[in-house]
């Protein structure tokens, strides 16, 4: 008789799957229903097989929190129609996609929807947990407790900014797996990783048992490669969605990431 | 999330603020406020709060910061007595002139205190974000005077409305950085400057031009401004020889209201009323009038009253004001209206011009379209309360406004013959 793993148990489980095999996790991130509303599940399901985890971008008006290309997708995704309501309604009725769905949005969708309905539905959706940008831990005992009630993570984002104490407090409130955002500008054709980023991840980990993913704009094998011994999975999110936009195949994309 | 407020926690939570209780160690009035910040900010944020209790509570860093506002912007600015206006409204009408700030609007106070206490902090630059312009260049100013470089961005769909305040930030050292994102006004020039601050949150110093944001700037932009309401009701005492029987702001973020009412929120016999932007009317999307229309929600880092759909996206907003078009206000005036201490109404486009039509021809002061919105909220207050003492907070001056002005209100040409 095999275990029912809980709804966040299961993101932490796929990505520690990926390293049992020998790979680094692999985390794609699409805003939901950019470019094209329709392809939305499609695509869900195509980076689901290469991906561990999928992101799902819940779009905002106002993603503080994100660069120019998740700000140009979030408004065309609203333009088009796309909420919350909606991708749960998608996610419901399109069934298991393949991997463990974590969907990402800002508080005021949330809030909007309501805690305990977005709760129910999302669970039954087959929703794993919620990355929150603008949801530091200090303000989260509310949402935390809701999602608690359905076993939903909530994942904690650390920064090479946040001091020692308090990063020991969210590797350790973390759920699925702990969200290291790095801001150090390792970008386009730069694959060496500085020593204060490894030092940096090495600290994190040192914090948790859950596994540890690294947001970086990751766009090269190489980079994808050197992180695996640092981190267990990796984030691609930007570069994914700027591949979508180009009309390429996402997953021959993601595929290349760890070939 | 909760955001009722009952009679009893009313009482109790206004008799908090008045003992400068709150915002409590969570950054919170009542239910509003805290901080809902990327975690990249968090560290900056703390550092922040712990610096403004510390510099605001030092009697050199305030004596200095006396001196300059004294010295270099002009205070305390001049209580006048309107007696055209009072005239007209059956009332006796006090202009608290901010408008005769050093660059011309209450923006000033803030923008000085919070480049000096950059200047403590060690920032090496500062980054802001503008509206109508009056932020960018009271900030611009206050960084050249206190030595730090600055960039402020603003909406480019503000840059084209509020130009000479463009060309004046540009003299005055500052770069100005047009944001082509999102709805190109207010808003979208705080969500970039927020994005720049995430990717430098410990060399640079944000800023903040109203009291919204996370905490600790709310409560810092209020102690600023507060030096408003704390002239008014001195002056008001040696002038009129009383307390005014009401004070009128306009309302955007809401900082020259919550400068001009905090100081005298204990002071039972005193009304305030708060004046947001009406813009066409009460459609969907033809104003600014949050406090009238939105619900709570959170927005540019904090929990307050905000204008967003069924979705949770915000809504986009119109105001013939640069200033009041943001579709959120500050917490403490969430709280001030769900306690019911401060009365919110709406002004018209049409109201806000034809107000400052009428205080230009009986006064001889051109007001900004932003304080126009209380000089129109004032006028219909004292219709339905006739002879009181009225101070309207004059946030700043319209010379920024006539590329606007001269689109609603053509200037005739006037014959040579006809010029007698």
């Known amino acids: ?259 | 999330m909760e955001s009722e407020v009952d009679k009893q926690q009313g009482a109790d939570l206004l008799a908090r603020l008045i003992g400068n209780e709150l915002p409590d160690e969570h950054g919170r009035y009542g239910p509003f406020g805290g901080c809902y910040a990327p975690e990249t900010l968090v560290p900056a944020l703390a550092r922040l709060a712990e610096n403004v209790y510390r510099y605001l509570d030092d009697d050199n860093f305030m004596a200095h910061l006396d001196s300059q506002l004294r010295g270099w912007v002009g205070r305390p600015t001049p209580l006048t007595h309107a007696a055209g206006l009072s005239e007209r409204w059956g009332a006796a009408v006090f202009l608290k002139r901010e408008d005769l700030a050093h660059t011309g609007a209450h923006k000033i106070n803030n923008a000085l205190g919070q480049a000096l206490l950059a200047r403590e902090m060690g920032a090496k630059r500062v980054i802001a974000e503008t509206g109508a312009g009056q932020h960018g260049v009271a900030t611009a100013a206050a960084c050249a005077r206190v030595g730090i470089p600055c960039t402020v961005y603003m909406g480019a769909v503000d840059i084209q409305r509020q130009a000479p305040n463009v060309d004046r930030m540009y003299q005055l050292g500052a770069k100005v950085v047009p944001v082509e994102t999102g709805d190109r006004t207010l808003r979208a020039a705080i969500d970039e400057a927020f994005r720049n601050w995430v990717a430098d949150p410990e060399g640079s110093y944000y800023l903040l031009g109203s009291a919204v944001g996370p905490h600790p700037y709310p409560y810092l932009v209020q102690r600023l401004q507060s030096v408003i309401g704390t002239e008014v009701r001195e002056q008001m005492l040696s002038i009129a020889g009383d307390l005014p029987d009401i004070a009128v702001a306009c309302v955007g973020g809401g900082s020259n209201a919550i400068g001009l009412f905090h100081p005298m929120l204990a002071d039972e016999s005193v009304e305030f009323l708060g004046v947001e932007a009406g813009g066409y009317g009460p459609g969907l999307g033809d104003n600014s009038a949050t406090l009238a229309a939105g619900e709570p929600g959170v927005l540019h880092g904090s929990y307050s009253v905000l204008l967003y759909d069924d979705n949770g996206q915000i809504q986009e907003t119109h105001s013939i004001s640069a200033g009041l078009d943001y579709p959120g206000v500050g917490p403490e005036h969430s709280l001030l209206k769900a306690i019911g201490r401060v009365s919110y109404v709406t002004a018209t486009d049409d109201s806000a011009l034809s107000a400052l039509q009428e205080c230009c021809a009986a006064e001889g002061i051109l007001p900004a379209l932003e304080s126009a919105h209380a000089f129109a909220g004032a006028r219909d207050w004292a219709q339905q309360n006739p002879g009181k003492r009225i101070v309207i907070g004059l946030s700043g001056r319209g010379d920024k406004d006539m590329p606007t002005l001269s689109q609603h209100i053509p200037t005739p040409i006037v014959a040579s013959g006809d010029a007698a």
């Open chain 1, 1 to 259: 008789m095999t275990e029912v793993l809980s709804p966040r148990d299961r993101i932490s489980e796929a990505l520690r799957t990926a390293n049992a095999n020998g790979k680094v996790g692999l985390v794609p991130f699409i805003t939901a229903g950019y470019p094209d509303k329709d392809l939305f599940i499609d695509t869900l399901k195509a980076i689901a097989r290469e991906g561990n985890v999928v992101e799902v971008g819940v779009p905002f008006s106002d993603p503080m929190a994100d660069g120019v290309t998740i700000q140009r997708s979030s408004h065309a995704a609203i333009a088009a129609g796309v909420s919350l309501h909606w991708i749960i309604d998608e996610l419901t009725a399109a069934g298991d996609i393949g991997a463990p769905v974590v969907l990402m949005s800002y508080m005021n969708p949330l809030l909007a929807f309501g805690f305990d309905e977005l709760a129910a539905k999302s669970a039954a959706a087959g929703v794993c947990g919620f990355i929150v940008p603008d949801l530091p831990w200090e303000e989260s005992e509310l949402f935390r407790d809701v999602l608690d009630s359905k076993e939903l993570a909530l994942v904690q984002l650390v920064t090479p900014a946040t001091p020692d104490p308090r990063l020991e407090l969210l590797c350790k409130g973390s759920q699925g797996f702990v969200y290291a955002v790095t801001i150090t500008g390792i970008t386009g054709g730069d694959v060496a990783l500085p020593p204060e980023v490894t030092n940096y991840l090495d600290q994190v980990k040192s914090h948790t048992d859950l596994p540890v993913c690294a947001g970086f704009g990751v766009r090269h094998a190489e980079q994808v490669a050197n992180l695996g011994s640092h981190a267990n999975g990796v984030i691609v999110g930007s570069a994914l969605v700027e591949r979508l936009e180009a009309g390429d195949d996402p997953a021959a994309f993601l595929a290349g990431l760890r070939a």
